[in-house]
């Protein structure tokens, strides 16, 4: 392959384990509604990947189905509060996958920027409460429909920034969504298999690569 000059890191599930914090956020705004029941963890993390006001919808959802649009009001509302109470506690309970901030120090010379679905302001938090805000140039959140995955445009943005071909870079990430995102820009895929999205749709997804530890990063990569 060839030499690669920039890496766009997923961030939930691939990054970090974020399910719990997440799941706890929804629960204290289902509370706040007046929404009796608890979500669980593995339901709150079949949620995510496509977005917070998906996620929302979902977890908001008796059975956690992605609902219509009649009632936008209650939406609009459960945004503001979830976010409320996830900025109040981003990483609670979030962690580090295995390797991930030792793989990102042993980079040198990559440009490393994070492709997320999560609000900007709150990835950065999540980063900054890691220790891992450092390593990356650029941090591309949700908020912007134009830059939200399976959209290509933030890619394509930070490429146009850094004048940095197709063929020198790659996105790494735990879901379908981000292979068909890097496919969309023009980019090398690589999935992982330990994250927050079932294995069998990363590997459905047919990427160029699939690892199963971030340490195995270090392999397909051209010195």
């Not at 908020?143 to 790659?170: H, Q, T, V, W």
């Amino acid at each position: 392959m060839s030499t690669i000059n920039i890496i766009f890191f997923d961030l939930d599930g691939t990054l970090a384990d974020s399910r719990q914090d997440i799941t706890d956020a929804v629960n204290r705004t289902r509370e706040a509604l007046g929404i009796e029941g608890n979500k669980t963890l593995s339901e709150v993390h079949s949620y995510v990947g496509g977005g917070l006001e998906e996620t929302i919808r979902r977890a908001l959802d008796k059975n956690g189905t992605k609902p219509g649009r009649e009632n936008e009001n209650l939406i609009k509302k459960a945004l503001v509060l979830f976010r409320d109470f996830y900025r109040e506690n981003p990483v609670t309970e979030t962690k580090l996958y295995p390797l991930v901030e030792e793989t990102l120090e042993n980079l040198p010379g990559i440009t490393k920027a994070v492709l997320t679905n999560k609000d900007r302001d709150i990835a950065i938090s999540v980063l900054q409460g890691l220790g891992i805000s450092g390593y990356f140039t650029d941090i591309i959140g949700g908020n912007d429909e134009k830059y939200r995955k399976p959209s290509p445009e933030g890619i394509k943005k930070i490429m146009r920034k850094y004048g940095f071909s197709a063929d020198s870079a790659l996105i790494v990430g735990d879901m379908d969504i981000d292979i068909i995102t890097g496919r969309a820009a023009g980019i090398k895929t690589c999935g992982v298999t330990y994250g927050i999205g079932p294995k069998e749709d990363i590997i459905k997804a047919a990427p160029d690569y699939l690892i199963d530890s971030m340490a195995e990063l270090k392999n397909i990569i051209a010195p």
